[in-house]
Each structure stands twice: as structure tokens, then as C-alpha cells.
């Protein structure tokens, strides 16, 4: 299950204000459904390269559930 709110301490000397901790970066990744194999990303706001790091980061196999796997599809579909 993907939260869809996040909440930790601030990021601080990394020299650029405004700069995101890892685990936000990798929250991001994980809302967008991010695939290495399939999906590419354009990070418009590089400065610490933490989005970068992110990405290049294995994301771990985890296997879903069969039956939860055709409720998310049927929610999908409802959507298109």
C-alpha cells in the first residue's frame, strides 16, 4: 500500500534550499507507479541530484496478491 501522504524531518546542509530527503524522492517514484524497465524520467529541477539517486536505486521484486492485483485493474478501468 502506497500512503498518500508523507511526513519526516527536514533536509539540511545539502546547500541548496528546498532540497528533498531521499525517502520523499523515492515516495514520489512509488505514487507515480515508476517502472525501471519502462519508464524514463526528466528530473526539470536537478540541483542535488536526490531524484537521480533515486531512480538509479534497484527497486525491490515484490510480488502482489493476484486478487488485489484485478481490483486495482477494475478501478482502473473504471477510470478510463
Not at 530527503?21 to 512509488?30: A, E, G, Q, T, V
Amino acid at each position: 500500500m502506497i500512503r498518500d501522504w508523507i511526513t519526516g524531518a527536514a533536509t539540511k546542509q545539502t546547500g541548496l534550499p528546498g532540497a528533498k530527503p531521499h525517502y520523499f524522492n523515492r515516495w514520489i517514484l512509488d505514487l507515480l507507479l515508476y517502472d525501471h524497465n519502462e519508464d524514463s524520467l526528466d528530473d526539470i529541477f536537478p540541483g542535488t541530484n536526490g531524484m537521480a539517486a533515486a531512480v538509479s536505486e534497484p527497486k525491490l521484486d515484490i510480488q502482489i496478491d493476484e486478487n488485489l492485483q484485478q481490483q486495482f485493474q477494475l478501478v482502473q478501468g473504471d477510470n478510463q
